[in-house]
Each structure stands twice: as C-alpha cells, then as structure tokens.
C-alpha cells in the first residue's frame, strides 16, 4: 500500500485559510488521494478526493502536484468547528482489485484558534 | 437517509461471551466496511464487503466474525476476545458503480468495546 506523510499537527487561526499539506511519493498511476477528516468523538468524515486534477466542492479544495507526488487540502476560512484530525489517504477505486482498501495513516491534528 | 447506524453504542463483555456489533445503511450502498480504532490512533482496515461478498480481510483473528446478511445490514460477531480489542468499531459504506467505488465512505459513529 503506498504510504502518506503528513505534519503531526498544525495550528490555524479562525476565519483564516488553512493549508494542509500530504506527500506520497510512492503513488501509483490508477491511486485516487482521498481526504477524511474526524472531529472528535464521531466517526470520520469524507472531505474530498481528487486523481489528477485540482476539485473543489463545498468544504474544501484539493490541489495536486503536477507529478502528483503531493497534495494539499485547503479550507478556505477555517471555524472552529474544523478542528479535527484530517487524513491523507491513497486507493484505488476499483473494488474488485483492493479498491475501497483505505488505510488511515497518523494525520494532522489541526487546531483552531479564536 | 444519509446515515450509517451502529448498535449498540456501548457494550462490556467478559472474555468468554459471545456478543455481536450490528451496521445498517439505507443509501443502496453496496460496499461495506469495519474498522477498528484505538484511543489516539488512526483507524484500522478490518473487513470490506463487496455485494455482500467478504473482498478484503485484513488478517484479522478468527474471533472476529463479520457477516452480511443482505445489501444493507452487516454484522461484525465477536467471541473469546481479548481485554486488548477494546476499541471503537466503526462500520463505513459507500456507493459501488461498475465495479468501482466512488471513494466517498460514508461512516457510524462507531461502537464502542469494553472487553473485561
């Protein structure tokens, strides 16, 4: 399974564009970058995940590098209901081949700040 | 209906019991998931369903043992566990389009397992 790095934690003040980054490297051509976030005491909960190109929906925006070797999640201005662990995750989609095997690495734990 | 329901959302069992963790979604989904997370830690791939069908087991011990009765129920039945598989046990589904997941899970709130 290819293998995600990201900051342990981070800190952001409210109101204030929040950019958290992801490397993985070792990405294969046909690994979708998924994120995932987990407020506490819920289960986690999807954010957005993108192939190639840049997306954006109404959470947040992924950028991805050129030669997709990293990416960042962006929150344009962050509440304090963002705080959470947020997850960088790689897979495939297709299900009959691993797809769907998302594997959670640490995440960022990301603090806001009033 | 968005929701992914666990139950029950708390249970304590002894070493010897057998006990069972329950998951239901409503959205048509056709792949389902358990995951096991401990305090502090990143949730951890257990079993993936797919059309009802086990596709991924990820080496975990007999004594779990999932089942999916139908397209929207999945079980996870427990027996003879440890004091160290206390833990949240999350079930996820998400939609599967001509063989291919869509990539978004939609989560429960998780059960959580006290083994005495």
């Known amino acids: 399974d290819a293998k995600t790095t990201q900051p342990n934690s981070m800190e952001s003040n409210e109101e204030e564009p929040v950019h958290l980054p992801c490397n993985h490297s070792?990405?294969?051509?046909?690994?979708?970058i998924h994120w995932y976030r987990q407020l506490p005491s819920q289960g986690p909960e999807y954010v957005i995940h993108g192939l190639t190109s840049n997306v954006n929906n109404r959470m947040a925006s992924l950028a991805i590098a050129e030669d997709r070797k990293s990416s960042t999640l962006i929150l344009h201005r962050a509440t304090l209901r963002d705080a959470a662990v947020y997850y960088c995750?790689?897979?495939?989609?297709?299900?009959?081949?691993?797809?769907?095997?998302?594997?959670f690495g640490q995440g960022t734990e990301l603090s806001v700040k009033p | 209906d968005t929701e992914v329901t666990q139950t029950p959302k708390h249970l304590v069992m002894g070493m010897t019991n057998k006990k069972s963790l329950k998951c239901e979604q409503h959205m048509g989904h056709r792949a389902m998931y358990w995951y096991k997370q401990k305090a502090k830690k990143p949730p951890e791939l257990m079993f993936v369903y797919s059309y009802e069908k086990l596709s991924i087991n990820e080496s975990v011990p007999s004594r779990f043992s999932p089942e999916c009765p139908n397209s929207s129920l999945l079980n996870l039945h427990l027996h003879a566990l440890q004091p160290e598989d206390s833990a949240l046990y999350l079930c996820?589904?998400?939609?599967?389009?001509?063989?291919?997941?869509?990539?978004?899970?939609?989560f429960g709130e998780g059960s959580r397992l006290t083994v005495l």
């Open positions: 070792t990405i294969s051509g046909t690994d979708y």
């Open positions: 996820a589904s998400s939609q599967v389009y001509r063989g291919r997941n869509t990539g978004e899970l939609f």
């Open positions: 995750i790689l897979s495939g989609t297709v299900i009959y081949n691993q797809g769907g095997k998302l594997i």
